[in-house]
């Protein structure tokens, strides 16, 4: 087998305000496979939050390569790729979570099937997907609410952890009007303290919100769970569950835990965490990075799996460089294509990939 890569960048559409950051766009590293016929293909985006600088990315795909190409097929690749083998022991989360699916697509290429069969789905699966509202005033708010409902979208997810939760409190409320029907998610990406967290959870909740990610700081994980016990409305855990372990520790103490392919380390991971989680109280949340349809692709395939999806991140890119899983109306769905289904728009530059 052959492994290439080429970096690209990712503008988002408008610059996204969350309680930590603003982010205007980033780095993707595009992973190529070869096995004489067609390519496989994943995607890892840099991230400053999982300290995945795209200098990282191109640092273990390097070393990542001689081992890779040593292989004699995609099939012994994904077996080497599991937690007991050897090949992806020591790569980063994103790196393996991009390879991964790159492994996959040409897996599913080459046997004419699509991802989700191969992961044991025979019908394709599609679910809504909510669409992110970030920090910004109450009726830029409305107006978005307003414009996502009408092209379709029934789950929104707005940020919040303003320095002044009636801010927050107010962008909710002004959504709620531009979308009276949607379903409503709140993600404060860790701002509150746990006392904010029980006395603002109950407003939230009045105002119609349906569940609430991560609402305490991370890497207090026993506040997360008091909050949850205590909450008017579901409590999804996400910067605090990373891992498989993660998920396990929080089984049935919070309502949901958020799997994304990147923090986690790609379909495998999550396939672990669902079944670890099966039948605990706590359900599965699919979400995604900023990324384009090749680097979300992965997760489409495992939509019917999930409680709550919030698989948006190619819609919010001011042009993204793939298609094939839907959104723009509401719902993603995988193209029925073999392998994951996405094709880039454009032709891929010869000889840009290393």
Same mark, same amino acid.
């Given at each position: 087998?052959?492994?290439?890569?080429?970096?690209?960048?990712?503008?988002?559409?408008?610059?996204?305000?969350?309680?930590?950051?603003?982010m205007?766009?980033?780095?993707?590293?595009?992973?190529?496979?070869?096995?004489?016929g067609?390519?496989?293909?994943? /995607?890892?985006?840099?991230?400053?939050?999982?300290?995945?600088?795209? /200098?990282?990315?191109?640092?273990?795909?390097? $070393?990542?390569?001689?081992?890779?190409?040593?292989?004699?097929?995609?099939?012994?690749?994904?077996?080497?790729?599991?937690?007991?083998?050897?090949?992806?022991?020591?790569?980063?989360?994103?790196?393996?979570?991009?390879?991964?699916?790159?492994?996959?697509?040409?897996?599913? +290429?080459?046997?004419?099937?699509p991802?989700?069969?191969?992961?044991?789905?025979p019908?394709?699966?599609? =679910?809504?997907?909510?669409?992110?509202?970030?920090?910004?005033?109450?009726?830029?708010?409305?107006?978005?609410?307003?414009?996502? $409902?009408?092209?379709?979208?029934?789950?929104?997810?707005?940020?919040?952890?303003?320095?002044?939760?009636a801010?927050?409190?107010?962008?909710?409320? =002004?959504?709620?009007?531009? $979308?009276?029907?949607?379903?409503?998610?709140?993600?404060?990406?860790?701002?509150?303290t746990?006392?904010?967290?029980? =006395?603002?959870?109950?407003?939230?909740?009045?105002?119609?919100?349906?569940?609430?990610?991560?609402?305490?700081?991370?890497?207090?994980? /026993?506040?997360?769970?008091?909050?949850?016990?205590?909450?008017?409305?579901?409590?999804? =855990?996400?910067?605090?569950?990373?891992?498989?372990?993660?998920?396990?520790?929080?089984?049935?103490?919070?309502?949901?835990?958020?799997?994304k392919?990147? +923090?986690?380390?790609?379909?495998?991971?999550?396939?672990?965490?669902?079944?670890?989680?099966?039948?605990s109280?706590?359900?599965?949340?699919?979400?995604?990075?900023?990324?384009?349809?090749?680097?979300?692709?992965?997760?489409?395939?495992?939509?019917?799996?999930?409680?709550?999806?919030?698989?948006?991140?190619?819609?919010?890119?001011?042009?993204?460089?793939?298609?094939?899983?839907?959104?723009?109306?509401?719902?993603?769905?995988?193209?029925?294509?073999?392998?994951?289904g996405?094709?880039?728009?454009?032709?891929?530059?010869?000889?840009?990939?290393?």
């Open positions: 087998m052959r492994l290439t890569w080429h970096t690209v960048s990712l503008e988002l559409a408008q610059p996204l305000r969350i309680s930590r950051s603003v205007s766009g980033r780095d993707a590293v595009w992973v190529c496979l070869e096995h004489g067609p390519s496989g293909w994943g /995607e890892a985006v840099s991230s400053r939050y999982l300290g995945l600088p795209v /200098e990282r990315i191109l640092r273990h795909l390097s $070393a990542l390569r001689p081992a890779i190409e040593r292989l004699p097929d995609p099939e012994t690749a994904w077996a080497e790729l599991a937690p007991a083998g050897s090949v992806g022991a020591d790569l980063p989360a994103g790196v393996l979570a991009a390879v991964e699916a790159a492994v996959l697509d040409l897996i599913g +290429k080459g046997s004419g099937e991802v989700h069969q191969l992961l044991g789905s019908l394709p699966p599609s =679910a809504p997907t909510a669409r992110t509202i970030g920090i910004v005033a109450p009726d830029a708010a409305a107006e978005q609410a307003g414009t996502l $409902a009408a092209a379709g979208f029934t789950v929104l997810k707005v940020k919040a952890g303003s320095p002044d939760p801010e927050d409190l107010a962008r909710i409320q =002004a959504v709620r009007e531009g $979308a009276p029907a949607a379903e409503l998610l709140l993600d404060p990406n860790g701002a509150w746990e006392e904010q967290a029980r =006395a603002l959870l109950p407003r939230f909740a009045a105002l119609g919100v349906a569940a609430v990610e991560q609402p305490v700081a991370a890497g207090r994980p /026993e506040a997360l769970a008091r909050v949850a016990a205590a909450s008017p409305v579901p409590v999804i =855990a996400d910067e605090d569950a990373v891992s498989h372990e993660d998920a396990a520790a929080l089984a049935g103490r919070v309502h949901g835990v958020n799997v392919l990147a +923090k986690c380390g790609g379909v495998r991971a999550a396939l672990r965490i669902h079944a670890v989680l099966d039948g109280g706590t359900d599965l949340m699919l979400g995604c990075l900023a990324a384009s349809s090749l680097g979300i692709a992965p997760a489409v395939h495992l939509v019917d799996r999930a409680r709550w999806v919030d698989l948006d991140g190619h819609l919010l890119l001011a042009d993204d460089p793939w298609e094939g899983i839907g959104g723009a109306d509401g719902t993603v769905r995988p193209a029925r294509r073999s392998g994951l996405v094709l880039p728009r454009t032709a891929i530059p010869v000889g840009a990939a290393r």
